[in-house]
């Protein structure tokens, strides 16, 4: 689905992606909420509600294939708005919950300069001891991560953790952790993802 100028035309083009059980709508909801017409927003929609059957935090393996499937597709949109004439300096990847984790398991494995990335209550994928040996550089690429302190299905510390990553990697994170917020967004973070999306003062 599509919100927004045609990303040619556009400021920025957003991939924005849904999490565990929601829809298209649904992210692209969380996208009119930025009022930022200059920006393109595109949703894409899994099949089934779901781009991965099981937690984010299970063996990597029993993801799949659909993990590697959901990567593939974020590659796809990421490569058609580049032959549109889009580049990757002007495209931001962002997702909520599931759609964080499958956001940032994206950069991290297909590094370059982005707009922004944000992950609204994810983390990187895979479970504690995951090797963390992504090749390549983000160079710079402002990216924010919101979540709660006590989120029953993402642990703050897999969180910090992806900060550490992303920044190791070359990325400028914002990570910020809010006392018993739960798993939703809050205004703070509509305001940050706002700011980073938002034309440069």
């Known amino acids: 689905?599509?919100?927004?100028?045609?990303?040619?035309?556009a400021r920025v083009t957003a991939i924005f992606i849904h999490g565990r059980g929601a829809s298209a709508d649904n992210i692209l909801a969380v996208a009119r909420e930025l009022r930022l017409n200059d920006v393109a927003f595109v949703a894409p929609q899994a099949a089934g509600h779901t781009w991965y059957p099981l937690s984010f935090l299970a063996p990597i393996e029993r993801n799949e294939p659909w993990l590697t499937s959901a990567l593939t597709m974020v590659d796809g949109l990421v490569t058609?708005?580049?032959?549109?004439?889009v580049p990757s300096e002007r495209i931001a990847i962002g997702g909520f919950s599931q759609g964080a984790c499958l956001t940032l398991e994206f950069a991290?494995?297909?590094?370059?300069?982005?707009?922004?990335?944000?992950g609204l209550s994810g983390g990187l994928?895979?479970?504690?001891?995951?090797p963390r040996t992504y090749e390549g550089l983000l160079t710079g690429t402002p990216i924010f991560l919101g979540c709660s302190d006590v989120d029953p299905h993402i642990p703050v510390e897999r969180v910090r953790e992806s900060?550490?990553?992303?920044?190791?990697?070359?990325?400028?994170?914002?990570a910020r952790i809010y006392p018993r917020m739960g798993h939703?967004?809050?205004?703070?973070?509509?305001?940050?993802?706002?700011?980073l999306l938002g034309p440069s003062r």
């Not at 994928?125 to 995951?130: L, Q």
Request: no cysteine; aromatic share 4%; charged share 20%.
């Open 108 to 118: 991290a494995r297909n590094p370059r300069r982005y707009a922004a990335v944000i």
């Open 1 to 9: 689905m599509h919100l927004g100028p045609q990303p040619a035309a």
């Open 163 to 174: 900060a550490a990553v992303l920044e190791q990697m070359g990325a400028f994170v914002d």
């Open 125 to 130: 994928i895979g479970p504690p001891g995951t």
């Open 80 to 85: 058609t708005l580049e032959a549109q004439g």
């Open 184 to 195: 939703t967004v809050n205004d703070d973070e509509l305001a940050a993802v706002r700011a």
